[in-house]
Nanobody, 128 residues
Framework: QVQLVESEGGLVQAGGSLRLSCTAS????????MGWFRQGPGRDDEFVAA????????YYADSVKGRFTISRDNAENTVYLQMSSLKPEDTAVYFC?????????????????????WGQGTQVTVSS
């Protein structure tokens, strides 16, 4: 079956950096666009970043633009989220997601509906 497994998150001080990874199995990774979402304490799901199946296009939430970088390695079936200049408000459970590369995905990539498979989530805590 399809599995998306995120790396362990962690506790980091404000201003620090952390890289998350998400490795997929049970699917043809290059057929899927990938995204990262997060859910902070008492908040709804929030789109963070997305990358197309080839890696040629990336998309970011305004709140993380310039601080986070999404990338992928199709040979390793892995998508990454490099997070820098972290802020306490980045504290959340981070989820990776895989969405089949259809034309519709480009209209909905900021929404959960664009994704078919989800990881279990990993906690990132940023201390002030």
């Amino acid at each position: 079956q399809v599995q998306l497994v995120e790396s362990e998150g962690g506790l980091v001080q404000a201003g620090g950096s952390l890289r998350l990874s998400c490795t997929a199995s049970g699917l043809t990774f290059s057929n899927y666009n990938m995204g990262w979402f997060r859910q902070g304490p008492g908040r709804d799901d929030e789109f963070v970043a997305a990358i197309t199946w080839s890696g040629s296009r990336t998309y970011y939430a305004d709140s993380v633009k310039g601080r986070f970088t999404i990338s992928r390695d199709n040979a390793e079936n892995t998508v990454y989220l490099q997070m820098s200049s972290l802020k306490p408000e980045d504290t959340a459970v981070y989820f990776c997601a895989a969405g089949l590369k259809t034309s519709d995905w480009y209209s909905y990539y900021r929404r959960r509906v664009a994704y078919d498979y989800w990881g279990q989530g990993t906690q990132v805590t940023v201390s002030s």
